[in-house]
């Protein structure tokens, strides 16, 4: 089984949340594959352990969330200080 998950966590709110994690953690831990597309750093690091970064779609990079992450926030960074 795969589960896709879209920015679902943007719309919701603190009732649907509370809700919905352990639902998602109950099926991820019986077996379940979680496909995670979000934009909130915070919600990646803490739901997955691998991570694809996709750009223009095209994949950027792989690998643990964490470092994924990083190197996303390392991009965002140098982007706004060339925009400057």
């Not at 379940?32 to 750093?41: E, G, K, R, V």
């Not at 994949?59 to 925009?83: C, D, F, K, P, W």
Request: proline letters at 1%; aromatic letters at 10%.
């Amino acid at each position: 089984d795969i589960l896709i998950i879209d920015e679902v966590l943007s719309a919701g709110d603190a009732y649907f949340i509370n809700k919905f994690f352990p639902l998602l953690n109950k099926i991820v831990n019986a077996g379940t594959t979680l496909i995670f597309a979000s934009h909130n750093l915070h919600d990646i690091r803490a739901m997955t352990t691998k991570c694809m970064w996709l750009e223009d779609g095209k994949v950027r990079t792989i690998g643990t969330s964490n470092e994924v992450v990083l190197m996303y926030q390392h991009y965002q960074e140098n982007s706004a200080m060339l925009s400057m």
